[in-house]
């Protein structure tokens, strides 16, 4: 069984267009995060909500809009798709008392 | 703002050898975690080691320890009898300790080393 799963895996879409990443964790966690990895393999957090509450939000364009209808699910819809934007996004869990996040195995958006 | 910074932005080893990894981070904080991931191919961050700040022994995982030098905010890792499913890119990451039970806690990222395994 997959702890943490995103679906697509992939995403090849045109500019201007909007579209969701899912994520889903089965692991329990009562946090859920977004990290977005660009081409320079860096990756930096965007989101992170805690029991459907939103904590982090990091200077991410009001494009980027996430979702937590339960603990086990934080869905990322970008409106308006940009170039800029393609990139590996990442969903990870963490239960908040330990120290370890594990993470899904990342939506490469290709935006052309 | 901590920063995380991994000097060697690719390192190759030949298999069956030793090969150190470099990690350093700036904090201002006393208490904090550090932590190593693998991210092969497949895409997968896959956690390798973790150290928490206050515990003077380093944390060691089979092959992989690391050497964690607290006063010069270094976090290198050492694996030992590289084998060629260690080729992967590795990252160094260092967070925070909740003030609260809330998910604030921030995880950050050095810019990762890539790690060739020569058979």
């Known amino acids: 069984d997959t702890a943490v799963s995103q679906t697509p895996k992939y995403l090849v879409t045109q500019m201007g267009n909007d579209k969701s990443i899912k994520c889903e964790q089965n692991l329990g966690h009562d946090t859920m995060y977004w990290y977005k990895q660009d081409s320079k393999k860096f990756l930096k957090i965007m989101f992170s909500?805690?029991?459907?509450?939103?904590?982090i939000n990091e200077t991410v364009p009001n494009r980027f809009s996430p979702k937590s209808p339960d603990k086990a699910h934080l869905n990322l819809h970008i409106n308006s798709l940009e170039l800029g934007d393609s990139a590996v996004y990442f969903c990870a869990s963490s239960q908040v008392s330990r120290q370890v996040r594990t993470f899904g195995s990342g939506t490469r958006l290709t935006v052309v | 703002a901590q920063t995380v910074t991994q000097s060697q932005p690719e390192m190759s080893v030949q298999e069956a050898e030793t090969v150190t990894l470099s990690c350093t981070y700036d904090?201002?904080?006393?208490?904090?975690?550090l932590f190593w991931y693998k991210q092969p191919p497949s895409r997968q961050m896959i956690l390798v080691i973790r150290q928490e700040a206050y515990k003077q022994q380093n944390a060691t995982e089979n092959r992989f320890s690391v050497n964690f030098q607290k006063a010069a905010k270094s976090f290198s890792l050492k694996i030992s009898d590289s084998q060629l499913g260690d080729a992967a890119m590795y990252f160094c990451?260092?967070?925070?300790?909740?003030?609260?039970?809330?998910?604030?806690?921030?995880?950050?990222f050095g810019t990762g080393t890539r790690l060739t395994i020569i058979p």
């Open positions: 990451a260092y967070r925070t300790i909740p003030d609260t039970n809330f998910g604030n806690e921030k995880l950050t």
């Open positions: 904090t201002s904080e006393s208490d904090y975690y």
């Open positions: 909500y805690n029991n459907k509450e939103l904590i």
